[in-house]
């Protein structure tokens, strides 16, 4: 079993970064395939960004691309969302993903274990 913590939410405003956490535990993080999804109020849950195990591939959403890095630290165990240029669009919380069969995809279905959030709110 993998357990998924996030860290790192807050309030910014406009134009502002956090920097998002997630640390896993329970198996290994090279192990794993990272992800990160957000759903705002009233909205579906969307992809964000993506990592494959040996950190060499990443993906992002086109929405974020340019603004947002994930990027990983095996021996420590934790996956990490630079977020900068921060929009009110981008308020949601935002959720750690991970999958044993290193699937880096957009669809939520794809990974097996997820943290419970955290809130990032921007003000405009």
């Known amino acids: 079993q993998v357990q998924l913590v996030e860290s790192g939410g807050g309030l910014v405003q406009a134009g502002g970064s956090l920097r998002l956490s997630c640390a896993a535990s329970?198996?290994?993080?090279?192990?794993?395939?990272m992800g990160w999804f957000r759903q705002a109020p009233g909205k579906e849950r969307e992809f964000v960004a993506a990592?494959?195990?040996?950190?060499?591939?990443?993906y992002y959403a086109d929405s974020v691309k340019g603004r947002f890095t994930i990027s990983r630290d095996n021996a420590k165990n934790t996956v990490d969302l630079q977020m900068n240029n921060l929009k009110p669009e981008d308020t949601a919380v935002y959720y750690c993903?991970?999958?044993?069969?290193?699937?880096?995809?957009?669809?939520?279905?794809?990974?097996?274990?997820w943290g419970q959030g955290t809130q990032v709110t921007v003000s405009s």
């Open positions: 329970g198996r290994t993080l090279s192990a794993l395939s």
């Open positions: 993903a991970a999958d044993l069969l290193d699937y880096t995809g957009s669809h939520d279905t794809g990974y097996d274990y």
């Open positions: 990592i494959s195990r040996s950190g060499r591939t990443t």
